[in-house]
């Protein structure tokens, strides 16, 4: 069992930055491949980014150049850097675990807003 809990959204300007973190619970963390989604209104989930446990990432192209995935395997904890904000950007997000057995997790998201 993995449980994944979200941190860092918020209401940010357009051109802002936020950074999100998502912890993971359990022994296994550097065992998944970890990724962040998300959901706007009115719209199907997203893939933002993903890093598998062997450090090969890849991301949308609507983030490319704005988005960085990041984990720290020590830390049980994946994070997203997000700069050059975007009104279209605002979106719950949601981080999600794959395991090695084929079982996937998600966490509850946290919601980012770009407004002025």
């Known amino acids: 069992q993995v449980q994944l809990v979200e941190s860092g959204g918020g209401l940010v300007q357009p051109g802002g930055s936020l950074r999100l973190s998502c912890a993971a619970s359990g022994s296994s963390f550097s065992y998944n491949d970890m990724g962040w989604y998300r959901q706007a209104p009115g719209r199907q989930r997203e893939l933002v980014a993903r890093?598998?446990?062997?450090?090969?990432?890849n991301c949308a192209d609507s983030v490319l150049g704005r988005f960085t995935i990041s984990r720290d395997n020590a830390k049980n904890t994946v994070y997203l850097q997000m700069n050059s904000l975007k009104p279209e950007d605002t979106a719950v997000y949601f981080c999600?675990?794959?395991?090695?057995?084929?079982?996937?997790?998600w966490g509850k998201g946290t919601l980012v807003t770009v407004s002025s």
């Open positions: 890093i598998t446990r062997f450090g090969s990432i």
């Open positions: 999600n675990a794959d395991t090695p057995f084929g079982v996937s997790y």
